[in-house]
């Protein structure tokens, strides 16, 4: 009998009741387009038609692109990995998201793709967070003054072009000027503080990122460091996100009230690589071919760093590369026009074995003097003026013109003061030694010096200022102001430093 009524329950009918009674799913809507074609880095997408701009895209080859093209029936979309593996007629899906970076404290040492994925062989990032690469720029009111100095440990900039937290400063120079390494060097002075920096490579080779990576390694600046690669052998919409993605996990730490420093090296590839995407998605070019909008993509990427009203900041040091000296190209004065100062590597000054190669003629720094020490600021004033009056003189004296005494006095100081700004790369300075090697310099401790004693008493007088100068350290810490009994013991240490190494026989004017 039970046997019965249990088969009665589970009748045709009866099954077909419980299904009419259960709730429907709710329908799932999934928009699929098709590759109509296929070009180097992007490819031409039709049947999206409610795509938007900027938004991801997912190919089912495993490829994902940005939609940068809205067209009447088509899309452009830039692709995010190798163009080889698309083909025409593959199915394209949205994702209605846009696209994002890995963000968080466990980036920090590692080596990452422009989307936070592992480049090094170190295991998969545990982010716990990712934000858009793309986002608004801090409006005026959540911004604050530049008021604290960010020392680069160079002195010739922490001195003559001095850049402050949340500074936009461009490194500006030909090929194999020392950009990078400027850059480079920046970063490793923050060792002591607590700084996060970021390194984003834009088109550049393997192997001297390689040789970026070996540099912070060795000066203890690994950990604190995220470096971002986009090779010259990825796919240019890697690079076009690339230093978007960098100011991103930039203001991941910013929000927390930390100071961030982000190096992109360099914004003269990132043009390049969004000048290749615009052409062959058929975009007008302009002066230089380059599309309408490059100004606006640096202009809206520059506009994130700043120092900001929760105590953190972002300082960018964009570097850009020139050709044969030429700073009135598109791209240079653009970028010039956007940042807030920059630093210009002569190769004039190259040749002249001078690094850094700072051209202080060129060089500025618009909103730096405000957050320099009061310390630096009483010798940088005198500094420029005698450099540039020394290069006035050194053009007219290669005439072979008959020279009075107070000219060859002036000559032979400015030359004096000029090797004086020669310094080593991977070799940052505090900055009481800076201090005291220009104090020394500019009151002639160093003139009539061969090159070989320049260095050997520049050498001697930074160890004497590390042991002897504590208590004028902790003041320039505190911002205090250099006083004449300073002024004096700096002297005296340079003094000594001359004497030992032998010079004073030696010095003529």
Known sequence: MSSDGNHSEHTPQTVLNMLLDTPSPTPHLSEIGMVAEVGDGIAIVVGLEQALSDELLQFSSGVQ??????????????????????????????????VSTAVGEALLGRVVSALGHPLDDK?????????????EAPKILDRSAITRPLATGIKVIDAAVPIGLGQRQLIIGDRQTGKTSVAVDAILNQKDTDAVCIYCAIGQRGDAVAKVIGALERGGMSKRTIVMAAGDEDAAGLAYVAPYAALTMGEYFSDQGRDVLVILDDLTHHAQSYRELSL????????EAFPGDIFYIHARLLERAGQFRTGGSITVLPVVETQAENLSAYIPTNLISITDGQIYLSPRLVRKNQFPAVDLGVSVSRVGGKAQTKAFRSVAGNLRVTLSQFEELEDFARFGTRLDDATRARLTRGAAVRASLRQAERDPMPAVEQLTVLVAAMEGQFDGLS?????????????????????????????????????????ALGRTARASVGGENGAKS
């Open 65 to 98: 692109g940005i939609v940068l093209d809205l067209e009447l029936g088509r899309l452009g979309v830039v692709l995010l990995g190798p163009s080889d593996g698309v083909t025409i007629g593959e199915s394209v899906m949205r994702t209605h998201k846009v």
């Open 123 to 135: 295991g998969p990032i545990r982010a716990k967070a990712t934000r858009p690469v793309e986002a």
């Open 280 to 287: 062959l998605l058929r975009r007008p070019p302009g002066r």
């Open 451 to 491: 090159e070989t004693d320049t260095m050997a008493v520049m050498e001697k007088l930074r160890r004497a200022a590390s042991h002897e100068l504590h208590d004028l350290a902790g003041r320039m810490g505190e911002n205090a102001p250099l006083t004449d009994e300073d002024k004096d013991e700096m002297i």
